[in-house]
T-cell receptor
């Protein structure tokens, strides 16, 4: 099976702009999670989607949003970018079956730089 | 905020030696997972240990879990230069919809 893919891999934006990142999970996986990784805060959970529904959300401002489509692909959007949003954004997929807490499979990440 | 703390933050050893990394966490968990990350790339899953398990092996990896102390350790035996990476522990909540990561241990294995 193909792994988790994320596009784009690198992105440069300026403050105030908005950005959309895309994630395609492993075929058959219905759960997609997003994480932000920065040198200062480490790996932080953003949100998790299962069957087009957000099941959980981390402690991030409302500028961070996401959605999942019927084919399980997911997008996350960051509006009004700030310098501190510069980070590696990682997407992970898992089968997501209830009571089946399997490992998550991570994509290569999108490195976002905000100037 | 991070659930776990990892110790040490950095570790440098010679090839062939064993490497031990420790992880502590705060709340109840369903399972604990260890991941590896090479130089700012995506994470690779190494091993998962469920809350009712105490020890698990996978190749050169050995993981222990002590839920009474809310701690876990990862042992890499007979290390290789290719093991150089950052290692993260992550705890899965009981709802199964969120992984919380520790700060990671940067391991350097010198040839």
């Amino acid at each position: 099976k193909a792994g988790v893919t994320q596009t784009p891999r690198y992105l440069i934006k300026t403050r105030g702009q908005q950005v959309t990142l895309s994630c395609s999970p492993i075929s058959g996986h219905r759960s997609v999670s997003w994480y932000q990784q920065t040198p200062g805060q480490g790996l932080q959970f953003l949100f998790e989607y299962f069957s087009e529904t957000q099941r959980n959300k981390g402690n991030f401002p409302g500028r961070f949003s996401g959605r999942q489509f019927s084919n399980s692909r997911s997008e996350m959007n960051v509006s009004t970018l700030e310098l501190g949003d510069s980070a590696l954004y990682l997407c992970a997929s898992s089968p997501g079956l209830a009571l089946s807490y399997n490992e998550q499979f991570f994509g290569p990440g999108t490195r976002l730089t905000v100037l | 905020s991070q659930q776990g703390e990892e110790d040490p933050q950095a570790l440098s050893i010679q090839e062939g030696e064993n490497a031990t990394m420790n992880c502590s966490y705060k709340t109840s968990i369903n399972n604990l997972q260890w991941y590896r990350q090479n130089s700012g790339r995506g994470l690779v899953h190494l091993i998962l240990i469920r809350s009712n398990e105490r020890e698990k092996h996978s190749g050169r990896l050995r993981v222990t879990l002590d839920t009474s102390k809310k701690s876990s350790s990862l042992l890499i035996t007979a290390s290789r230069a290719a093991d150089t990476a950052s290692y993260f522990c992550a705890t899965m909540n009981n709802a199964g919809n969120m992984l919380t990561f520790g700060g990671g241990t940067r391991l350097m294995v010198k040839p």
